[in-house]
């Protein structure tokens, strides 16, 4: 199964869902029941991880399918693989139906993931203390990535509503509170931060904001390529970013994501934001991000002050 097919599947499967339906409850975070399968996190920590995996976290809406499209593009030209090695590679993926995002699908995939060659890349949402515990024991390198507060809000705002899978919100000021309080799906944005800052100084990790993605596409590009180690002339690296850009992702999801496309690449703006945010809910989100996160290096990196405040 593609991707592409996948996706179609899970939005035709989830039309078809009552709300009560869409989520259930792991370690008291929820998730949506379209992608993920309680009994999949039941085995997670079977998952084996390679030293040479490619791992990008970040929290919903931060721009995950943004650096999968330039992780891969990266791995791809670094290897320098033929078109028919490119083929097989992904006629292997779609054969054993994995869908490399960590938690989702069935929990046989893990075994399947065994056969898929190297580098894998895998992408996840999941905060570190529910990761497979391999992940930190390999010394896999692990690109995180972190989009300043008020824009993934309104962000997975516009998400939730627009995606059948997850559940829908009556008002921007009902769907706020959910945000505050973590009652979204993959839990709170604050509390995610706050568990990957403790792993903010490990080797093996390298943070990076969507905010200087978007202001130095080529520059974190390079810096992406030189973290995991993959050898890339000037040249190539430019051509990366420049298919990486948004409007070309924009105009290639319909292909790369099928259904979902539109809904995935819908803006990719900074500071829209202010938009939506009335004065309460912006000193409600000052208050909580000076509270749980302004004193943490994670933190700082997100420079709040620049990118959230009026």
Same mark, same amino acid.
């Given at each position: 199964?593609?991707?592409?097919?996948?996706?179609?599947?899970?939005?035709?499967?989830?039309?078809?869902?009552?709300?009560?339906?869409?989520?259930?409850?792991?370690?008291?975070?929820?998730? #949506?029941?379209?992608?993920? &399968?309680?009994?999949?996190?039941?085995?997670?920590?079977?998952?084996?991880?390679?030293?040479? =995996?490619?791992?990008?976290?970040?929290? #919903?809406?931060?721009?995950? &399918?943004?650096?999968?499209?330039? /992780?891969?593009? /990266?791995?791809?030209? $670094?290897?320098?693989?033929?078109?028919?090695?490119?083929?097989?590679?992904?006629?292997?993926?779609?054969?054993?139906?994995?869908? /490399?995002? /960590?938690?989702?699908?069935?929990?046989?995939?893990?075994?399947? *993931?065994?056969?898929?060659?190297?580098?894998?890349?895998?992408?996840?949402?999941? #905060?570190?203390?529910?990761?497979?515990?391999?992940?930190?024991?390999?010394?896999?390198?692990?690109?995180?990535?972190?989009?300043?507060? @008020?824009?993934?809000?309104?962000?997975?705002?516009?998400?939730?509503?627009?995606?059948? #899978?997850?559940?829908?919100?009556?008002?921007?000021?009902?769907?706020?509170? $959910?945000?505050?309080?973590?009652?979204?799906?993959?839990?709170?944005?604050?509390?995610?931060?706050?568990?990957?800052?403790?792993?903010? =100084?490990?080797?093996?990790?390298? *943070?990076?904001?969507?905010?200087? *993605?978007?202001?130095?596409?080529?520059?974190?590009?390079?810096?992406?390529?030189? !973290?995991?180690?993959?050898?890339?002339?000037?040249?190539?690296?430019?051509?990366?970013?420049?298919?990486?850009?948004?409007?070309?992702?924009?105009?290639?999801?319909? @292909?790369?994501?099928?259904?979902? %496309?539109?809904?995935? !690449?819908?803006?990719?703006?900074?500071?829209?934001?202010?938009?939506?945010?009335?004065?309460?809910?912006?000193?409600?989100?000052?208050?909580?991000?000076?509270?749980?996160?302004?004193?943490? @290096?994670? %933190?700082?990196?997100?420079?709040?002050?620049?990118?959230?405040?009026?």
């Amino acid at each position: 199964m593609t991707v592409t097919e996948y996706l179609d599947k899970a939005l035709a499967d989830s039309e078809k869902a009552a709300p009560e339906d869409l989520v259930f409850s792991h370690k008291g975070i929820l998730y #949506p029941f379209t992608f993920c &399968n309680p009994e999949t996190f039941q085995v997670l920590d079977s998952f084996e991880v390679r030293s040479d =995996d490619v791992i990008l976290a970040g929290y #919903p809406k931060n721009g995950t &399918n943004w650096l999968d499209q330039i /992780l891969n593009d /990266l791995v791809i030209t $670094a290897a320098k693989y033929t078109e028919e090695e490119m083929n097989e590679r992904i006629n292997i993926g779609n054969e054993l139906s994995v869908f /490399l995002r /960590l938690e989702f699908g069935d929990p046989e995939k893990f075994k399947r *993931m065994k056969e898929l060659p190297s580098r894998r890349i895998i992408i996840t949402h999941l #905060p570190p203390q529910v990761l497979p515990k391999s992940i930190f024991k390999s010394k896999a390198k692990i690109l995180l990535l972190v989009r300043n507060p @008020k824009d993934t809000a309104v962000s997975y705002f516009h998400f939730h509503n627009n995606m059948p #899978p997850l559940p829908s919100f009556n008002s921007w000021n009902e769907y706020f509170t $959910a945000f505050m309080h973590g009652k979204l799906c993959w839990g709170s944005y604050f509390d995610y931060l706050i568990e990957w800052n403790k792993h903010i =100084d490990d080797e093996n990790v390298m *943070m990076i904001t969507y905010e200087e *993605m978007k202001e130095n596409r080529a520059s974190g590009v390079k810096r992406i390529a030189e !973290f995991f180690g993959l050898l890339l002339t000037e040249e190539q690296l430019q051509a990366v970013a420049e298919r990486s850009s948004f409007q070309a992702m924009k105009a290639n999801a319909q @292909k790369t994501h099928g259904a979902f %496309g539109n809904v995935l !690449f819908r803006k990719g703006d900074v500071n829209d934001w202010k938009k939506l945010f009335n004065e309460d809910q912006n000193q409600e989100m000052d208050k909580t991000f000076e509270e749980h996160l302004a004193s943490t @290096k994670l %933190g700082a990196k997100i420079k709040y002050e620049v990118y959230c405040k009026t």
